[in-house]
């Protein structure tokens, strides 16, 4: 199948699945997003294939983000919708019966960290930064970041990172458990193909079975923590203060939060 907006290259079992708008470091529009979801759901049905890897294109970011753009004029039924679709596609990512691994080249922010929490894996290039800036934007995590990246790295980092928006570098991402390995960029795609081919050469259904259970065993009050996440975008896509954060993004200022 084609996409406008990713790569998806396949070798033999392994698909590699690149996010490919470079012009806005591959920010998640709706757009994307909606590939995002039939890609995986193809990659679901055929058989044919063993391991995911999930990467973006060019050498400086993985996803920066959702795209901003989109996410200004949103009121806060479209802010909740939006952020409910969006679970719901990661959802489909974390729980594809195939092993999925993120190839961290460069940024991994806002939407884009999410993505790379809800795969299976994450390799990070050294150059890699990750971060949670939503509260830059006056908004939140929206696409289950609260509630993956407090499982992955602990109440007290999350929230550090969360309420802070601050960037970490590759180092320190896998120092707190967010990221899994740390390569130089020339031995990122080798080293996710390598981990890849090992994993495809396994049971297909033994791996599947062992993701399952996996993922059940953190499950604990995650739906739930979804749904407050939703609600609280929602309530964001209302203030004045997500309309001055977007807008100093692109005026390119520092914003001024007023509380409203
Ligand atoms: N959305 C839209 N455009 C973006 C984004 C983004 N997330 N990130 C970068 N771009 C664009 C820039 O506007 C710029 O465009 P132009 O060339 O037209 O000015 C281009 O990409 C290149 O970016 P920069 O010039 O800013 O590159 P720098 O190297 O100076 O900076 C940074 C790189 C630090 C990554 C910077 O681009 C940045 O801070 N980006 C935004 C990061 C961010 O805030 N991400 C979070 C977004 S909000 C989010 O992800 C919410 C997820 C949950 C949503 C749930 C409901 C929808």
């Given amino acids: 199948m084609e996409y406008k907006n990713l790569l998806v290259e396949k070798d033999g079992t392994i698909v590699t699945v690149t ?7 591959n920010a998640l529009n709706d757009e994307t997003m909606a590939e995002l979801e039939a890609c995986f759901e193809e990659l679901e049905k055929d058989d044919g294939v063993r391991a995911v890897i999930v990467t973006g294109s060019g050498e400086k970011s993985f996803v920066a983000g959702a795209d901003i753009g989109e996410l200004k004029d949103q009121d806060r039924k479209g802010g909740e919708e939006r952020s409910l679709r969006g679970q719901a596609i990661l959802l489909k990512i974390e729980n594809l019966s195939k092993p999925v691994i993120a190839a961290i080249n460069g940024y991994a922010l806002g939407g884009g960290c999410e993505l790379a929490m809800a795969c299976d894996i994450r390799i990070a290039s050294e150059t890699a ?12 995590p929206g696409y289950g970041g609260t509630q993956r990246l ?11 990172l969360i309420f802070t928006g601050e960037m970490i570098h590759a180092q320190e991402a896998h120092r707190i458990g967010l990221v899994d390995k740390v390569v130089s960029p020339d031995q990122l795609m080798e080293t996710a193909k390598k981990m890849a081919k090992t994993i495809a050469g396994k049971g297909p259904i033994a791996i599947a079975n062992a993701k399952k259970a996996i993922n059940i ?31 100093a993004f692109f005026e390119k200022r520092e914003p001024k939060f007023v509380g409203k």
Avoid: S
């Fill in 217 to 247: 065993a953190l499950d604990g009050n995650v739906k739930k923590g979804r749904e407050v996440e939703a609600e609280g975008f929602g309530v964001l896509c209302e203030t004045e203060d997500m309309k001055e954060g977007m807008a």
């Fill in 129 to 140: 930064k990750l971060g949670q800036p939503e509260v830059n934007l006056g908004i939140i």
């Fill in 150 to 160: 407090t499982r992955l790295v602990g109440l007290g980092k999350a929230k550090e």
């Fill in 19 to 25: 996010i490919n708008r470079p012009k806005v470091l």
